[in-house]
């Protein structure tokens, strides 16, 4: 089975083994403190004696150079006796049999001498510390007595010693009501204390070498699966002028990461209305199937095409151009529709220089005019008088129209005539000199905008992608839409300034009717 792959099977490993170290961890921290226990360290153990069997090289000064009984096989231990429970311990706690509560025992070594200490805060503990409540010293056993300790109160012994060795076992026991005495580790003033306790480290090093494991796996596998989508066969691309940028660039990627399926992708755009007009039309002829044709169209297919199945693709924004020399930058709706009704000869009479108005449109097979006309002027344009763009052939029309076959050809043409006005896909306007960008009634063409709903800009529509039918699902048209819409392909379409429909804001936007 797929998923039972090597790189799932440590990535489950490691975090069964993170949640059971987690567990774990939970219940010793809640189960095992709430007994009540006593632990001891060792803080010192050291010579004195230059007797004293030891690794250590000393010198000695002072009442250490005497030569009084024992100090020449001397040492000493610092012990710390502490609460480290989660429960007061109180003298009645303590079980063993005479009247001393704990005993320690120094093998090999004879006491000489003890001295109690503990912080100030506790120094009321000094009074259990009597011969008549079993204070006091034999050889190498020390008793202690049944001293009431708090949560986290403590006390120290410093005991003088003589023969043995230094290291020695050092040993303390006693019988503690439904609790116990255990040992802790202290570092020595000769030690390194560790940066982290032993089941941390190990946990960690686990947890470690089941990450790298999986990282190891993962890179060493080099039989990853290609881009989603990926299909062998023959496609042609046609349909919105405007769009042609996204289709191109999509297309040689699929084919790049595609490589092994061999696709041969052709883009061919001439308008959105001429790409139905084909597509229907192959897909009367094609028996039983669909051709392998996808049309772009800037707006959703003309009624009463039921073959046609549709897939949004992005929101695609637009924008009225006009000629650097016109010296207006914004422009609201009624004198749009004055211009494109011919009620405006002079760009003067709008507040911009004297020129006359060229106003050059796109042929009837464009979408992007089709868009312009349906959310902008709310009627058609009227008809052309110009074949040249400059020149009137009409002496009756009051003003000079020309339609051209590409968006292309309408930026380079506005460019180069003064008082030329068109329109375009807007990011692609943004690239040519000599013209620049409308703004409508004080809203600027911004798909940014758009996305963040601050903007009610009316010049946009949803771009669809159309097939004659429900394409097979291994044909090369079903994934070619499936990079675009749902793989890299969203990529491209953003980094040409629209907005795909499959992402979160895009979703919205194109799910619910445009104003």
Not at 140 to 149: D, E, K, N
Not at 207 to 228: G, K, N, Y
Request: aromatic share 6%; glycine share 10%.
């Amino acid at each position: 089975m797929q998923w039972l792959s090597a790189e799932n099977l440590v990535a489950v490993a490691t975090a069964i083994l993170g949640v059971v170290a987690s567990a774990v961890m939970v219940w010793y921290e809640r189960r095992v403190p709430r007994r009540k226990r006593i632990g001891y360290r060792v803080q010192l153990d050291a010579p004195i004696g230059d007797g004293q069997r030891s690794s250590r090289t000393i010198r000695r000064e002072g009442w250490f150079d005497t030569a009084a009984a024992g100090m020449t096989h001397a040492s000493m231990v610092l012990l710390r006796i502490e609460n480290d429970g989660s429960q007061t311990i109180g003298r009645d706690d303590y079980q063993g049999p005479g009247s001393h509560g704990l005993t320690v025992e120094f093998t090999e070594r004879t006491i000489l001498g003890v001295s109690v200490t503990q912080p100030s805060e506790t120094s009321h503990l000094l009074e259990h510390f009597t011969q008549e409540r079993g204070f006091g010293y034999q050889d190498g056993i020390l008793r202690l007595p049944r001293v009431p300790l708090n949560r986290g109160a403590y006390y120290k012994l410093l005991v003088l010693l003589s023969g043995g060795r230094v290291g020695d076992e050092i040993q303390l026991s006693g019988d503690l009501s439904e609790g116990d005495v255990h040992r802790n580790r202290s570092a020595t003033p000769d030690d390194k204390a560790p940066l982290f306790s032993r089941a941390a480290r190990l946990i960690t090093i686990t947890l470690t070498l089941c990450v790298v494991a999986l990282a190891v796996i993962v890179v060493a596998q080099d039989d990853s699966p290609p881009p989603i989508g990926c299909r062998s066969g023959t496609l042609t691309l046609t349909g919105s002028t405007a769009f042609a940028p996204v289709l191109r660039e999509v297309a040689e990627k699929y084919e790049r990461d595609c490589a092994d399926e061999d696709p041969r992708i052709e883009v061919d755009p001439h308008g959105s209305a001429a790409g139905i007009r084909d597509l229907a039309a192959a897909g009367a002829d094609e028996e039983g199937g669909s051709p392998p044709l996808v049309v772009l169209s800037d707006g959703p297919r003309p009624s009463g095409l039921s073959g046609l199945r549709g897939t949004q693709v992005a929101v695609s924004v637009f924008a009225l151009v006009v000629n650097e020399d016109v010296g207006l930058r914004n422009l609201s709706t009624t004198d749009v529709r004055r211009l494109y009704r011919g009620e405006i000869a002079n760009w003067n009479e709008l507040g911009g220089r004297d020129l006359p108005v060229h106003l050059v449109s796109r042929d009837a097979n464009s979408g992007t005019r089709q868009v312009f006309q349906r959310r902008v002027l709310g009627r058609g344009e009227i008809a052309h008088s110009s074949v040249d763009c400059v020149h009137k052939d009409d002496p009756t029309a009051p003003v000079i129209r020309c339609e051209l076959d590409s968006t292309e050809q309408v930026l380079e043409t506005v460019a180069g005539i003064p008082g030329a006005i068109g329109y375009s896909e807007h990011a692609r306007a943004s690239r040519v000199r000599g013209l620049h960008r409308l703004d409508l009634d004080g809203e600027a063409p911004s798909v940014d905008a758009i996305e963040h709903g601050t903007s009610s800009y009316p010049y946009r529509e949803i771009e669809y992608a159309y097939t004659y039918g429900q394409p097979p699902a291994n044909s090369l048209a079903s994934g070619f839409l499936t990079y675009l819409t749902r793989g890299i392909g969203q990529e491209v379409i953003r980094t040409h300034g629209h907005l795909p429909c499959w992402t979160p804001a895009g979703m919205e936007l194109c799910e619910r009717p445009l104003p």
